[in-house]
């Protein structure tokens, strides 16, 4: 038992101040402190700041607000883990409920990444919406063909009709 919560927190000491990071990053809950990540026995607890306490996102946050977290907490523990040489970061539309800034906000995020850190990260990105498919064309355009983007046309007879744009 005491192992474990030695591991919790020294999980929660590598990942915490980058996820909080990240969610501002992304973009900050008006009127709310930085998000934490607390280390409870065996458990890890994501809390908000707010006042003097300490609250849960999941009673204040909107379903933007909370997958913005969400993210922040999946990004910040791939961008840590060391103990796989598995490389490509795998989203699947990562901005489902986000309007224009966040979705701007994320762009710039990986763009951010992708630039300070050539060839350390490899990210993949699915989406259904021709905004931030678009978005990322734009603002790619500058990493100088280390950036990829496939659109799915449809379904032929010999399979899915893939092309590269």
């Known amino acids: 038992n005491q192992q474990s919560s030695s591991a919790v927190a020294k999980h929660i000491k590598a990942f915490g101040p980058l996820t ?3 969610q501002k990053r992304l973009r900050a809950v008006y009127g709310f402190g930085d998000v934490s990540l607390l280390a409870k026995g065996n458990e890890i607890r994501v809390v908000v700041g707010w006042a003097s306490e300490h609250l849960k996102p ?5 379903d933007s607000q909370k ?9 910040s523990g791939r961008l840590t883990q060391s103990w796989s040489g598995f490389a490509p970061i795998l989203l699947d539309d990562p901005v489902t409920h986000f309007d224009d800034l966040n979705a701007f906000g994320f762009v710039e995020l990986i763009r951010g990444l992708v ?3 050539p060839g350390k990260w490899q990210f993949f990105i699915s989406t259904c919406e021709d905004r ?3 978005l990322m064309r734009n603002k790619f355009k ?3 063909g280390r950036a990829k983007f496939y659109r799915f046309e449809g379904i032929g007879q010999d399979g899915p009709i893939i092309k590269a744009q």
């Open 58 to 62: 999941a009673d204040y946050f909107s």
């Open 132 to 134: 931030l498919f678009e």
């Open 67 to 75: 997958q913005i977290l969400m993210l922040s907490l999946f990004l």
């Open 142 to 144: 500058v990493v100088d």
């Open 20 to 22: 909080a990071l990240i």
């Open 115 to 117: 630039s300070t850190s």
